[in-house]
C-alpha cells in the first residue's frame, strides 16, 4: 500500500481530534463566519467516524453560528450558506443519505458565488459521484457535463482526479447514450488539456 492511503485513513481518523481544537475559548478572535466553518469541519470529521449525534449537533452549531453573521464576506472564499450546505452534504453522505446529500449538494452549488469556479468544479465532481452511486445515470452525465464546463478552463489537480474518478465510473455503463456523450467530449477535453 502506497503512503497516500494511510496518510489519508490517519487525517480521516484524526480529523475530529484536530477539529477539537478549534472549540470555544480556543480562537477567542474568531468571528461567527470562521466558527460556523470550523463546526461544520468538525460536523463532517465526526460523521466520517460514525459519530452521527455529534456530527448534527455540530451542523447545527454551524448554522447558528453562521446566522450571527453579518452580510459582509470576511474574506475571499469566506464561509456562506453553499459552504454550510456543503458540509451538510458531507454529512448526509456520510451517514448513508446519499439521495439527501445529492439534493444538498445541488442547492449549496446554485448558491455558489459564480467566481467560486474551482469549488463548483469539486462540488460538481462529488455531485457527479453520488448520482451515479444510487443509479441515476443520465443525471451524473449532466452533472459531469457541466463539471467538464468548469474544468476545460480550469487547472486543478482535483480537478484531475474528478476527471480520472468519471473516466473509471462510467465504463461499465457504455450502453446509455448519455455516456457516450460524455465519454466523447472528455475525450475531446482530455486530448486539450494534454
Given at each position: 500500500m502506497t503512503v497516500r492511503p494511510h496518510a489519508s485513513a490517519l487525517i480521516d481518523r484524526l480529523s475530529p481530534?484536530?477539529?477539537?481544537?478549534?472549540?470555544?475559548?480556543s480562537a477567542p478572535v474568531a468571528g461567527p463566519r470562521l466558527i460556523a466553518f470550523l463546526r461544520g469541519q468538525q460536523a463532517h470529521g465526526a460523521?466520517?467516524?460514525?459519530?452521527k449525534r455529534q456530527a448534527f449537533a455540530r451542523l447545527r452549531e454551524?448554522?447558528?453560528?453562521?446566522?450571527?453573521?453579518?452580510?459582509?464576506?470576511?474574506?475571499?472564499?469566506?464561509?456562506d450558506r453553499a459552504g454550510y450546505l456543503f458540509h451538510v452534504a458531507h454529512v448526509q453522505n456520510e451517514t448513508k443519505d446519499v439521495a439527501g446529500s445529492t439534493r444538498t449538494l445541488r442547492e449549496s452549488i446554485r448558491m455558489q458565488p459564480a467566481h467560486e469556479r474551482q469549488g463548483?468544479?469539486?462540488?460538481?465532481?462529488?455531485?457527479a459521484q453520488r448520482q451515479?452511486?444510487?443509479?441515476?445515470?443520465?443525471?451524473?452525465c449532466e452533472t459531469w457535463q457541466r463539471f467538464l464546463d468548469e474544468y476545460e478552463c480550469l487547472s486543478s489537480a482535483r480537478g484531475d482526479e474528478h476527471f480520472e474518478v468519471m473516466n473509471l465510473r462510467l465504463r461499465p455503463h457504455g450502453n446509455v447514450r448519455a455516456v457516450r456523450t460524455l465519454r466523447e467530449r472528455a475525450q475531446l477535453v482530455g486530448a486539450l488539456k494534454g
Open positions: 481530534v484536530f477539529a477539537r481544537t478549534f472549540l470555544p475559548g460523521a466520517m467516524v460514525g459519530d454551524a448554522e447558528e453560528a453562521l446566522s450571527r453573521a453579518d452580510d459582509r464576506r470576511e474574506s475571499v472564499g469566506g464561509y463548483r468544479l469539486h462540488a460538481y465532481g462529488l455531485l451515479l452511486s444510487i443509479g441515476h445515470v443520465e443525471a451524473a
